[in-house]
């Protein structure tokens, strides 16, 4: 079955803006539901499929998440996400349709939290807890989002955009007892809002190379599309399985590798809060974990302690966020006799559309395209190409790109096939190979970095006249930020001042976006029309001699 088109008439959704600022149908990918377990009914919500139907398959006794202030079982994660519920309805007033921001650390509670916003007919926002209030009021702006819950730990910069915008007005903390008293008032029980399978779900933002914020929307059925895919055919997940990873649940990734797949398949979780090497590795060895997920950065960096610690229980290491190098394949394969999974997916897709496992892996290639969707490489005339030469890769299959209310959906979808911006080979077998990014992203670390966003946050310092950011090759990280500086009249161009401006973009937009490289200069390069042309700074870089910050 092959539907391209709006969503059916029904939804459960009173606040209607997510729905209303669809793109239009034309714009749409052409979406392929060919396979028997992605067609799902028309009323559909995906938390009563994730965990109201577990407990009521008998696995509420099961244990659904680890961490290190307890575990909960099916039933303890149903009651608190029920209880969280009726709090956001009647607390909070929260309807069907509304953003509800949810901001915290990987816990228990945040994936309590999502559930309950679902489970209300709401529309999950989750964010990186590393966001500043810049970034969170761009967001709240473009989402329309008045409703939030949030680690108090974490407040702060809500309530700084709460206060500079008109937005994020209803909120409310957990861990200081504000909402565990109101859970306590609410009743354990929550009648699930029917919602349609076509109805918004979540928002997930991803970054454009502007810096401009883009809202990807995905429905009650992407949710389960992802982990009736990835997790049913890539992973082969069951329910002695015991999952674990870095990534943020604001991330895609890590909403459906710690989150939709081991509770689709009624396996268990591990919430760690502070990902760090040692965290990593502890938890793997404590709760016998079977599947690792993380980006290459962090697999070179475990590779170094992974042989003082017993992972006799780890059978799958999954890899995604930027291309796994051949050498950090091979490396931790010699480390730990498990070859990395390496993952293609996009927030626009929402997760993993191209991967391979076992004996399928070919390291250095990215694999082939997962059950349900199929890929090409586009040239210049946006027809595909044959194997062997490079070009955009381009897919289609059960989930694609609709961004809200945004002029770029053009620029992603062609003629039906979503185009991520990365350029690729196909060999004679139809393996991807990786070639270069097509855009001007910079991925560090498994971190996509708008590099005008960090240029804008230099701009603001008093010193900095001019600047142009770029990403260089870094073994470590695969790509650092790099900028590119031209100081005022008078400013010294010293290791002091270029530590300033670290500290300083900080403090403005996101630690992680911060540039580990800074260089200073008498000119950028122009063009006659004014423009900077970087790519003679990628060139310069190569031999330049930049202060570097080698902290993590």
């Given at each position: 079955m092959t539907v391209a088109g709006y969503p059916g008439i029904y939804t459960a959704h009173v606040d209607r803006f997510a729905r209303d600022n669809l793109p239009p149908p034309e714009q749409w990918p052409l979406f392929v539901f060919n396979r028997p377990e992605v067609r799902y009914p028309e009323r559909l919500n995906c938390a009563s499929v994730l965990l109201d139907a577990a407990v009521a398959e008998g696995c509420g006794g099961h244990t659904a998440i680890h961490s290190d202030s307890g575990s909960w079982s099916y039933a303890e994660l149903l009651e608190h996400a029920n209880r969280i519920a009726n709090v956001l309805v009647t607390d909070l007033g929260v309807v069907a349709g509304n953003r509800v921001l949810l901001r915290g650390f990987n816990s228990p509670m945040l994936v309590a939290c999502w559930l309950a916003v679902v489970k209300a007919g709401a529309i999950a926002v989750a964010t990186m807890p590393l966001l500043r209030a810049k970034e969170l009021a761009q967001i709240a702006q473009k989402a329309r989002i008045d409703h939030a819950l949030c680690d108090a730990r974490l407040i702060d910069e809500v309530l700084t955009t709460k206060h500079q915008t008109d937005?994020?007005?209803?909120?409310?903390?957990?861990?200081?007892?504000?909402?565990?008293?109101?859970?306590?008032?609410?009743s354990p029980q929550f009648m699930n809002v029917a919602t349609s399978r076509d109805d918004v779900c979540l928002l997930a933002f991803t970054s454009g190379t502007t810096g401009e914020p883009k809202a990807t929307v995905h429905f009650h059925r992407d949710v389960l599309v992802m982990a009736d895919i990835v997790a049913r055919h890539l992973l082969q997940t069951a329910p002695d399985d015991v999952y674990a990873g870095t990534p943020p649940l604001g991330f895609t990734f890590g909403l459906g590798a710690l989150l939709?797949?081991?509770?689709?398949?009624?396996?268990?979780?591990?919430?760690?809060?502070?990902?760090?090497?040692?965290?990593?590795?502890?938890?793997?060895?404590?709760?016998?974990?079977?599947?690792?997920?993380?980006?290459?950065?962090?697999?070179?960096?475990?590779?170094?302690?992974?042989?003082?610690?017993?992972?006799?229980?780890?059978?799958?290491?999954?890899?995604?966020?930027?291309?796994?190098?051949?050498?950090?394949?091979?490396?931790?394969?010699?480390?730990?006799?498990?070859?990395?999974?390496?993952?293609?997916?996009a927030t626009e897709m929402i997760h993993i559309f191209i991967s391979a496992r076992g004996a399928d892996i070919r390291p250095g290639a990215t694999g082939k395209p997962l059950p349900g969707y199929e890929a090409v490489t586009l040239g210049d005339d946006a027809r595909p190409l044959p194997a062997g030469q490079p070009g955009r890769l381009a897919v289609r299959g059960p989930t694609g790109c609709r961004y809200l209310a945004d002029k770029r959906q053009r620029e992603y979808v062609i003629n039906g096939w979503n185009v991520t911006g990365d350029t690729y080979v196909v060999d004679d077998d139809g393996y991807f190979?990786?070639?270069?990014?097509?855009?001007?992203?910079?991925?560090?670390?498994?971190y996509n970095i708008a590099g005008p966003e960090?240029?804008?946050?230099?701009?603001?310092?008093?010193?900095?006249?001019?600047?142009a950011v770029i990403g260089?090759?870094?073994?470590?990280?695969?790509?650092?930020?790099?900028?590119?500086?031209?100081?005022?009249?008078?400013?010294?161009?010293?290791?002091?001042?270029?530590?300033?401006?670290?500290?300083?973009?900080?403090?403005?937009?996101?630690?992680y976006k911060y540039p580990r490289a800074i260089e200073f200069i008498a000119n950028l390069p122009k063009t006659a029309t004014g423009k900077t042309q970087r790519f003679l700074l990628k060139q310069q870089s190569a031999v330049a001699q930049p202060r570097k910050e080698q902290s993590p």
């Amino acid at each position: 079955m092959t539907v391209a088109g709006y969503p059916g008439i029904y939804t459960a959704h009173v606040d209607r803006f997510a729905r209303d600022n669809l793109p239009p149908p034309e714009q749409w990918p052409l979406f392929v539901f060919n396979r028997p377990e992605v067609r799902y009914p028309e009323r559909l919500n995906c938390a009563s499929v994730l965990l109201d139907a577990a407990v009521a398959e008998g696995c509420g006794g099961h244990t659904a998440i680890h961490s290190d202030s307890g575990s909960w079982s099916y039933a303890e994660l149903l009651e608190h996400a029920n209880r969280i519920a009726n709090v956001l309805v009647t607390d909070l007033g929260v309807v069907a349709g509304n953003r509800v921001l949810l901001r915290g650390f990987n816990s228990p509670m945040l994936v309590a939290c999502w559930l309950a916003v679902v489970k209300a007919g709401a529309i999950a926002v989750a964010t990186m807890p590393l966001l500043r209030a810049k970034e969170l009021a761009q967001i709240a702006q473009k989402a329309r989002i008045d409703h939030a819950l949030c680690d108090a730990r974490l407040i702060d910069e809500v309530l700084t955009t709460k206060h500079q915008t008109d937005w994020l007005s209803r909120t409310m903390t957990w861990g200081n007892g504000a909402l565990e008293s109101a859970m306590r008032r609410s009743s354990p029980q929550f009648m699930n809002v029917a919602t349609s399978r076509d109805d918004v779900c979540l928002l997930a933002f991803t970054s454009g190379t502007t810096g401009e914020p883009k809202a990807t929307v995905h429905f009650h059925r992407d949710v389960l599309v992802m982990a009736d895919i990835v997790a049913r055919h890539l992973l082969q997940t069951a329910p002695d399985d015991v999952y674990a990873g870095t990534p943020p649940l604001g991330f895609t990734f890590g909403l459906g590798a710690l989150l939709a797949f081991p509770l689709r398949f009624r396996a268990a979780t591990v919430m760690i809060e502070q990902p760090s090497v040692d965290a990593v590795l502890a938890a793997v060895e404590r709760y016998r974990v079977t599947s690792l997920f993380t980006a290459p950065t962090m697999y070179r960096s475990l590779m170094r302690s992974a042989g003082q610690h017993h992972l006799s229980a780890l059978r799958l290491s999954v890899s995604a966020g930027e291309p796994l190098p051949k050498a950090t394949s091979d490396a931790w394969n010699d480390a730990t006799g498990i070859r990395i999974i390496d993952g293609l997916g996009a927030t626009e897709m929402i997760h993993i559309f191209i991967s391979a496992r076992g004996a399928d892996i070919r390291p250095g290639a990215t694999g082939k395209p997962l059950p349900g969707y199929e890929a090409v490489t586009l040239g210049d005339d946006a027809r595909p190409l044959p194997a062997g030469q490079p070009g955009r890769l381009a897919v289609r299959g059960p989930t694609g790109c609709r961004y809200l209310a945004d002029k770029r959906q053009r620029e992603y979808v062609i003629n039906g096939w979503n185009v991520t911006g990365d350029t690729y080979v196909v060999d004679d077998d139809g393996y991807f190979w990786f070639q270069a990014r097509a855009d001007d992203m910079i991925v560090s670390a498994g971190y996509n970095i708008a590099g005008p966003e960090v240029e804008a946050a230099l701009m603001a310092h008093k010193a900095v006249r001019e600047v142009a950011v770029i990403g260089v090759p870094d073994e470590l990280r695969g790509q650092i930020v790099k900028a590119f500086v031209v100081l005022e009249p008078g400013a010294p161009g010293t290791p002091e001042l270029a530590h300033e401006l670290q500290e300083f973009v900080k403090t403005t937009i996101a630690a992680y976006k911060y540039p580990r490289a800074i260089e200073f200069i008498a000119n950028l390069p122009k063009t006659a029309t004014g423009k900077t042309q970087r790519f003679l700074l990628k060139q310069q870089s190569a031999v330049a001699q930049p202060r570097k910050e080698q902290s993590p």
